[in-house]
């Protein structure tokens, strides 16, 4: 294992509107961490996130403090208290910050927990390369499912989307982790319905991935547009943020997010019965994968589809997802 990949599956906080019980629906795979963040959590995941990218090299205070966008007396006292931990190393000479020992300890830990990946990398590759999709693995919590590996197809990346970024399970979505969860799950996700009618189409799409043993998540054309609209300015807040700058772009992406959420709040239609030559708008399929005991594990997912996908063609995918996923389960 290498310290850097395990230590870099954290992903940056993305401030959502919260309705006082649930969180609402952000743009197409764009997943979100929990609600109440924490500025000075914030500033130390993306102390480690930046250090990770120069692994051998590290980083100076200066370099350090502009990009966190702080002064390097704020810094210094929270670099010394991580070296002091050994989750930082100092060099002698060069005055560099790198990753320290003690992280190593953590990601082992981290690692010893997903074992069922090691199980699920080889299966998850194998799916990228019949579908040309990417592969999502997510681990089922509580409130929230995180993704724990990602096998990527070729091509643009998938707006962004990092492994330790989490989806609330709350509607509109969660309709790819909750047809194969615990019933006290399926009730609170059902409860969170906005009327009698929503509550019927959430059943509806709940049993239609049961029935055919994946679930299908839609997606409209706003959606589609505000991903990507993200996805680039993401990409300009990257430079902004080395700089210590980008405050204003940061309130403009919190902003198209929460547009995105409001835009986002009907669950965009189910699908019954798939027609072979009917034109479909994809967002993901997802397929569970049990233990031996019967508890959810995993998920895997499969992301990226083209514009329209006839409903032969994921129908055959979806198919692929399902015996993918019980291969897993029936080695774990």
Known sequence: MSLPGKVRQTVRLRIVRVNMRTMRKGPLGSFVMAPRPSPQTDRLVSLVDAIAERPEEGLTLSEIARHLAVTPATCHPMLASLTSLGWLIRHPTRRTYRLGPALVAVGRAAAQGLG?????????????????????????????????????????????????????????????????????????????????????????????????????????????????????????????????????????????????????????????????????????????????????????SLRGFAARTDGATLDKTGRLLADAASEVAAAT
């Open 116 to 300: 069922v990946l090691d199980i699920a990398r080889p299966v998850m590759r194998r799916l990228r390369d019949e579908t040309g999709l990417t592969c999502l693995a997510m681990t089922p919590g509580e409130y929230h499912v995180a993704i724990a590996e990602i096998v990527r197809a070729p091509g643009p990346d998938l707006h962004r989307i990092n492994i330790g970024a989490q989806a609330p399970i709350a509607p509109p979505l969660g309709i790819g982790y909750v047809p194969w969860a615990d019933e006290q799950t399926v009730r609170r996700w059902l409860d969170g319905a906005d009327s009698p009618l929503a509550r019927g189409r959430m059943e509806r799409a709940i049993d239609n991935a049961r029935r055919r043993g994946f679930a299908i998540e839609l997606v409209t054309d706003v959606e589609t547009r505000l991903g990507e609209t993200l996805g680039e300015l993401d990409e300009h807040l990257e430079g902004l943020d080395t700089l210590g700058a980008g405050a204003s772009a940061a309130r403009l992406r919190t902003l198209l997010e929460e547009i995105a959420a409001e835009i986002g709040a009907s669950d965009g239609g189910q699908i019954d019965d798939l027609e072979p030559n009917r034109d479909y708008r994809i967002g993901a399929i997802s397929a569970p994968v049990h233990d031996r005991d019967g508890d959810l594990a995993l998920i895997l």
